[in-house]
């Protein structure tokens, strides 16, 4: 088994065991399950923003601990300070030490889109999701059928959550392009193998169609990337570790935006 498959097979349980502590009809109990989500699509085109969506990552199957005591509260506030246009929140606590509580903490601090970053294979993910705060959720096509990814993802939209949906090659791609998706990411980063190569964002942005949102992935660790993203129709850009592997995350971010301005 690859570690995307390992993930996979470890949320199937992860799932089940967390339907039977907590219910739906629970879940839909919080007081964030009414709210009205922010749209992480028309942040990312805002012009007073960079583009970032900045992550809070704790740990990776590929890096193993990257932080293990930035505060969540001190650090996504930062992000947004510095410029950042959405914070990206794993929940994950299997493989990337995060948790529900991490993305309800970043809700509860910050006004802007939050991004739920985990492996969605279940309908309840998503009921979940918008009961501890988030805007918008991940669904990746390698981890998914491309009509299961298109039913979540119509399940997502009548939640009012927006759907990032995140490919590796051009088949993924075509295979899983519908109309419930807001943006759409490339990772650069192969979930296989964990090598990460920028030029598959270059190969993959012409076929992505200017419906959605694009953004790129992972291995953004230069504000001349970006600058380079962008001539290829990036709009958005996710980073985590870049950020996350300094002592202060936030303010890494803000270096990095400050570079990006000039």
């Known amino acids: 088994m690859d570690i995307l498959e390992k993930i996979i097979a470890h949320k199937h349980k992860e799932v089940e065991e967390r339907r039977s502590l907590y219910t739906e009809k629970l879940l839909e109990k919080s007081i964030y399950f009414d709210g009205q989500p922010i749209s992480l699509k028309k942040y990312l085109l805002r012009e ?73 294979i279940d309908e309840y993910q998503i009921v979940e999701a918008k009961s501890i705060g988030a805007d918008a959720i991940l669904l990746i096509a390698a981890a998914l059928e491309p009509k299961r990814l298109k039913e979540l993802a119509a399940f997502a939209k009548s939640f009012g959550l927006e759907v990032l949906m995140e490919v590796h090659n051009q088949e993924e791609l075509e295979n899983n392009l519908n109309e419930h998706l807001d943006v759409v990411g490339v990772n650069n980063r192969n979930l296989k193998t964990f090598e990460v190569s920028i030029d598959i964002s270059k190969q993959l942005a012409p076929m992505i169609p200017n419906d959605f949102v694009k953004i790129s992935e992972s291995g953004i660790s230069d504000p001349a990337t970006i600058t380079d993203l962008r001539t290829h129709g990036f709009q958005g850009f996710l980073i985590g570790e870049t950020f996350m592997k300094t002592g202060r995350p936030e303010r890494a971010a803000a270096e990095f935006i400050e570079k990006l301005g000039k």
């Open 48 to 120: 007073d923003k960079s583009g970032i969506i900045a992550e809070f990552k704790r740990q990776s199957p590929s890096k193993g601990v990257i932080n293990a005591h930035a505060p969540v509260e001190r650090t996504t506030i930062g992000y947004m300070q510095a410029g950042a246009s959405a914070l990206s929140v794993l929940t994950d606590s299997e493989f990337f030490g995060g948790s529900s509580e991490d993305l309800s903490t970043a809700r509860k601090f910050n006004f802007c889109p939050v991004l739920r970053k985990d492996f969605i």
